[in-house]
């Protein structure tokens, strides 16, 4: 899936547009610009001579586009085309099909390539994205075997990307109130709009506890998804342990690799909802714990779903 190559690799460097006035351009950058896109945005063919290498993620601008400009914490729709970059092979396109990306720009699920290309971009802009692909030199050896105009780097993944839209998430879930369960805790508001936990007394029980305090309107949140959410989490006894709420974008992830009590508690859940969740340890992160969280916490989260794909 694309979303796993967007988000694989670190640091880059970021090819612009192909200038003759860039001397210093180093070989990555040189490969990206040489790649010529055909056909515009409909049926695109990328020309390029390969094996095409790169040793890091390298960028390249084909247009910058005229809608409005990418956000940190938007949901991006756009197509891919992927090319094999040794071979020239198309391996799968979402050009000229209902079913495109899509992708909430946040360091959880894009790396810093890939942030920095969005956030410059705007809507109806082209882009390549050309990364190494995990192949050794030894799965893709080079036909010339003396080894003469061997292209550096390693065997890579061409990515032609075009933007069809960017949409702001909306700020808090939205909906019906549903009924405050009085078996857990409460969540009160501060001025500046920050949940605070109000913890009871007495011990936590040994089970999941779920309530949705905002019943949205969306679509039901399925298995493999991944969200975009604000959240709060608190120890049982109302230490904040970690928070997205407010200004902040939503951070997204991927309900695969939650721990099991989000997945419990939020599948089936419809976007728009407000969910209060209690997870045991054996639901959390049990007896090893988590940066800041002891061993055998049972966690109480407030949970805003703004978005699922």
Known sequence: ?????????????????????????????????????????????????????????????????????????????????VVDGETGEVESSTFGTETPERLIISPNTANVTMLTAMQSASVGARFLYVIPDGRTLEDAPIEDATGENAPVGQPSKVIGISIRSAESLPAEAAGKA???????????????????????KGEPGSDLAVAALIEGTGPAVTEGQTLGVKYGMWLWDGTPVGTAWGDLPAVAFNLDEA???????????????????????????????????????????????????
């Open 1 to 81: 899936m694309l979303a796993l190559a967007l988000s694989a690799l670190g640091c880059s460097s970021t090819a612009g547009e192909p200038s003759a006035s860039t001397p210093t351009a180093d070989p990555d950058e040189l490969a990206v610009a040489a790649i010529t896109w055909q056909g515009g945005v409909e049926e695109p063919k990328l020309e390029m001579a390969t094996p095409l290498r790169v040793t890091e993620p390298t960028i390249g601008l084909i247009e910058r586009g005229s809608g409005d400009r990418i956000t940190m914490g938007q949901l991006v729709t756009f197509d891919s085309l």
């Open 259 to 309: 721990i099991s009590g989000w997945r419990k508690a939020i599948v089936g859940k419809k976007v728009g909802s407000r969910i209060l969740m209690v997870l045991p340890p054996a639901l959390a992160y049990g007896g090893a714990g988590q940066d800041g969280i002891p061993p055998d916490s049972t966690l109480v989260v407030l949970v805003d779903i703004l978005a699922a794909y």
């Open 178 to 200: 549903g009924k405050p369960d009085p078996a857990l805790p409460t969540v009160e508001f501060a001025a500046d709009g920050t949940p605070e936990l109000k913890p009871m």
